[in-house]
């Protein structure tokens, strides 16, 4: 693949509409299929990696050394990378052993404090392959998993020093890196806002909670902990004019001005590359540190260049060595708002003063970044433009120059600790308190097509570049017009329909359905939420939800109350109009609401149409039942010529219940073909043989996790299925699932053939998954 794509422009270059092309065009051609081939040559040896399936869930001993920042995960947990540089009692062929993963992400349970042993270390793990949630929006464990190089994720069981590995500079660099980090721990350890300064000084998030979070993606300030060309571009300033003033100071004779620009070059390009090194070097911490060093060298020779070309030039090293980064949304966001900013102020002759040019970039840099951020998922919060506005210039003028200097100042000083940390506190105590106060005020939330997005970022962008007051002043109008209409959507309102739909979403171990007809939703399950780590609701339902265009949830049907079902309730209660909250378990659910919001939370019973296509009925289990027993069991008829069937957790005792009610019902309107969520994700305490006899479904959906502690679906289960002619859909396999009757037939479209080449190319995990 790659030596064609290198191949196609010579042969163009002998066809005769090499003539009808100028050379502009021929460049971006010849540049576009190297980059091609590059990025492919990359990625191929990227995929050579791999964790061979027999080793999967099998205890292994590796060599090698930690390779980020340790960070507390949920359950007592230890997360980190470790590159592996030896493997231990393996019986592989040379070619095989030269195929494993070199680099692992790990997780150490039981451990309290985030301390390991050593940084060269010797451990004994249980690996599988990469794998995570496949739904079509959301977020992608297994897109990140790829980006970072990461070819299989397992737990440690045991860890020790491992003196014999050999640390070579990547290895020493980590060492530095995580020696540095604990240093500012140890140093700020008392300070009130050490998660922060540990963030702000050298990139390290990994002590922020999930209130800071909270907090900063509330108010559109994520950058702000993100060490990137703000922070960059300051330790460049500050170095710049620090080393001018004390070369000019110590002798205006001694040294020629060629002699004092180099100096600073050479200080500026030092210190540029040690702050980053110290902030991880990240995608926007090296776009940062090209664009420093190239404007530095153009400033050094004082050549006058296009304002575009360091950004251009730094554009293209950063994929030079890192094709992946295009992956990362930093990426698009980083080189997104600089070409905004400079897009906004290079062509401009005459300066906007200080305050004026401030609401002027952050106006530019709102509108112009909300497409990308909704293309990548993510809203662009309103309150992002009041927090921004005092934000940024107070961490850039206050904050971070107290903090650098105040961090260089203890490690020369360590007795000036106890005045640095006070004054840190206070100053943070600042921004943060403005940013809770911003955070909890009510603010509008935008609504807009993809079409009205883009319209409104352009609008924008020409109100700002263009200088003729007419022009922007009619631009202002339509902006606050379109803003206060945005701002007021009317009655919520779903897309319709033609045809029913089901929709099977892969949340992993739980379970998360949902059914449509015409303009009604009906919303089974909210999926797997384990606190402050992971929200099926957050992560998965929300974001395909409104990806569909969906902002009222007639029905939410909870079928009972444990954690893998009703997960995440109120985060779906707090962005969609839900009409009603049907569940088997009514007083269990209701307190799992965190602020007791104005919903009716109803019993399972009873029947209604869903879009006037769709029988919908609701089944419990008469007596003192409790859990798993008392789901509610939903049935979806879909006329004659389907019928889908949701019976939560249920187990063999209450399945036959359930065939007894349901018997005469089944007798009088057999449909074509039924479609059951296998009860329990496919425990061996239900479906059982009756169940499985009598309902002789056409289609079984199991919803599992990959690899699950648990080991569902039983294989007695998935044999009794098989035996009775069903065929069989697990989403750890297949993804999320979307099923709807076409020709009379139900048709199943499952997620991973739709997917990149990193998750569903041949010899990966979703390729050769299996159903035992």
Not at 73 to 102: H, K, M
Not at 260 to 274: E, G
Not at 467 to 474: E, K, S, W
Not at 636 to 663: C, M, N, T
């Amino acid at each position: 693949m790659c030596q064609l794509l290198a191949i196609v422009p010579a042969l163009l270059w002998f066809l005769p509409v090499r003539r009808l092309l100028p050379g502009s065009v021929w460049a971006l051609v010849i540049g576009l299929a190297l980059g091609i081939a590059w990025a492919s040559m990359w990625a191929s040896e990227r995929l050579g990696h791999g964790l061979p399936e027999g080793l999967e869930g099998e205890r292994a001993k590796v060599s090698g050394y930690i390779c980020n920042l340790p960070s507390a995960g949920s359950f007592n947990s230890i997360r980190f990378s470790f590159c592996v540089t030896r493997w231990y009692g393996l019986s592989l062929t040379q070619e095989a052993y030269d195929s494993l993963p070199t680099t692992l992400r790990l997780a150490w349970y039981g451990q309290r404090e985030v301390m390991l042993p050593d940084h060269r270390l010797r451990l004994e793990v249980v690996l599988k392959q990469p794998h995570g949630t496949l739904n079509p929006e959301g977020f992608r464990y297994e897109d990140w998993l790829f980006r970072k190089g990461y070819r299989a994720t397992g737990s440690v069981r045991s860890a020790i020093p491992d003196p014999s590995v050999v640390c070579a500079l990547e290895c020493r660099y980590h060492r530095l890196h995580a020696q540095l980090a604990d240093w500012v721990d140890r140093q700020f350890a008392e300070a009130r806002h050490h998660p922060l300064i540990a963030s702000l000084l050298i990139g390290n998030r990994g002590h922020l909670s999930s209130e800071h979070w909270g907090v900063l993606k509330a108010t559109g300030t994520i950058h702000l902990v993100a060490i990137s060309g703000l922070h960059l571009g300051l330790v460049a300033l500050g170095a710049g004019f620090a080393t001018r003033r004390v070369l000019l100071a110590v002798s205006s004779t001694r040294f020629s001005e060629r002699s004092v620009r180099v100096s600073v070059f050479i200080v500026v390009l030092v210190c540029s590359l040690l702050y980053a090194l110290a902030a991880g070097f990240t995608v926007p911490t090296r776009r940062a540190l090209i664009m420093v060093a190239v404007g530095s060298w153009f400033l050094l020779n004082a050549w006058q260049v296009p304002v575009w070309q360091s950004l251009v030039i730094a554009l293209g090293l950063v994929l030079l060595f890192d094709p992946f980064a295009p992956l990362d949304q930093g990426f698009w966001l980083s080189f997104g708002a600089v070409s905004i900013l400079m897009c906004t102020f290079a062509g401009r002759l005459g300066g906007t003063g200080w305050l004026a040019g401030l609401f002027i970039a952050q106006g530019a840099v709102f509108a112009g970044l909300w497409p990308l951020l909704e293309l990548v998922g993510q809203g662009q919060p309103v309150a992002g433009l009041l927090a921004n506005i005092v934000a940024i210039p107070w961490v850039s003028l206050v904050l971070m120059p107290v903090l650098l200097v105040g961090g260089i100042a203890v490690a020369v000083f360590p007795a000036l600790v106890d005045l640095v940390i006070p004054l840190m506190d206070a100053l943070l105590g600042v921004l943060w308190s403005f940013l809770g106060v911003v955070a909890s005020m009510s603010w509008p939330d935008l609504h807009g097509s993809t079409f009205e997005i883009v319209a409104f970022a352009l609008l924008v962008l020409l109100v700002v570049l263009v200088p003729i007051r007419t022009f922007r002043a009619v631009g202002i109008v339509i902006l606050a017009s379109w803003g206060v209409a945005a701002s007021f959507p009317g009655k919520p309102g779903n897309p319709s329909l033609a045809q029913p739909e089901v929709r099977v979403w892969d949340v992993g171990q739980g379970l998360s359905a949902m059914l449509r007809a015409g303009d009604q939703v009906l919303l089974y399950d909210t999926g797997p939420e384990v606190k402050g780590v992971f929200s099926a609701a957050e992560s998965v339902l929300i974001p395909n939800l409104k990806a569909l265009g969906i902002k009222r949830i007639n029905t939410l049907v909870i079928s009972h109350a444990d954690g893998d079902h009703s997960g995440g309730i109120s985060q779906i209660l707090e962005q969609f109009d839900v009409g009603r909250v049907v569940t088997g378990e009514p007083a269990a659910v209701r307190a799992k609401l965190e602020h007791a919001e104005a919903v009716s939370v109803l019993g399972c019973a009873g029947e209604e149409v869903l879009g006037g296509e769709l029988l919908i009925s609701f089944w419990r289990a008469g007596g003192r039942v409790e859990g798993n027993d008392a789901s509610c069991v939903l049935s979806a008829r879909q006329g004659h010529a389907a019928e889908w069937l949701f019976p939560g957790d249920i187990s063999s005792p209450i399945e036959a219940q359930y065939l007894k009610v349901s018997r005469n019902l089944r007798a009088e309107s057999q449909p074509r073909e039924r479609v059951v969520i296998a009860p329990h994700h496919g425990s061996k305490t239900s479906s059982s043989s009756a169940w499985v006899e009598e309902l002789k479904p056409d289609i079984v959906i199991y919803t599992a996790g990959y690899r699950h502690r648990y080991g569902h679906p039983h294989r007695d289960v998935t044999a009794r299925y098989r035996s009775g002619g069903a065929t069989a859909f697990n989403t750890a396999c297949s993804g999320g699932l979307v099923l709807a009757v076409d020709n009379g037939a139900v048709k199943t479209t499952e997620a991973r053939h739709s997917v990149p080449f990193w998750i569903g190319g041949p010899g990966l995990t979703r390729a050769k998954c299996e159903i035992p």
